[in-house]
């Protein structure tokens, strides 16, 4: 019996403890945090960086997130963005028909994800016989800080897609001084 009622009171300790977890979550709270965190979710932007293998022949787009990103000036005085390494192929190998074919990577390099923080883009603002007749174009900069809703969603079975926002977290990149002792450039494609 004794075993009994120390369970009894043991499970009231057990309600309390998660409960007071979640309590803790607020703008406070880092990243990392929110991510562990089953209730709140940081809506981070991302940033698309476009990297080429030296030889030109292997290419691709990674979306990374601006938690994931520092900054720093390139030789030129320009502002440029860093978000670590990725692979990409060098060598292929293709088999098939033009029409059906299977490439396969033979081997790949390691390059680093930078890109200036600059961009420009352009969009369509007069259309004719489904063409576009012009255009608009529009230079922008990646900023250095961001503020990052928070979501939270009721209970576990809820989407994040329909939770509210429940505080803004401020998101700072931080600055390369390793990448300005590299000197890297955005690479050109041969």
Request: charged share 20%.
């Amino acid at each position: 019996m004794n075993k009994f009622i120390a369970g009894l009171l043991m499970l009231p300790l057990l309600v309390i403890i998660p409960l007071q977890a979640t309590a803790a979550v607020g703008p406070e709270s880092t990243i990392s945090e929110l991510y562990q965190d089953r209730f709140h979710y940081p809506v981070v932007p991302t940033v698309p960086f476009y990297v080429h293998a030296a030889n030109g022949s292997g290419s691709k787009v990674v979306w990374a997130k601006v938690t994931d990103m520092s900054y720093y000036r390139d030789n030129d005085g320009d502002l440029m963005l860093y978000a670590g390494t990725t692979e990409v192929c060098s060598k292929f190998s293709v088999t098939g028909s033009i029409g059906d074919s299977d490439r396969r990577c033979l081997s790949s390099e390691t390059v680093p994800l930078i890109r200036p923080a600059g961009y420009s883009y352009q969009y369509c603002v007069f259309r004719t016989d489904g063409d576009c007749g012009r255009y608009i174009k529009s230079d922008s900069v990646y900023p250095l800080r961001y503020q990052v809703p928070v979501v939270k969603r009721m209970a576990e079975s809820d989407s994040f897609n329909y939770a509210n926002v429940v505080f803004t977290k401020t998101v700072e990149l931080s600055h390369c001084t390793e990448c300005e002792a590299m000197g890297w450039t955005v690479p050109k494609v041969h």
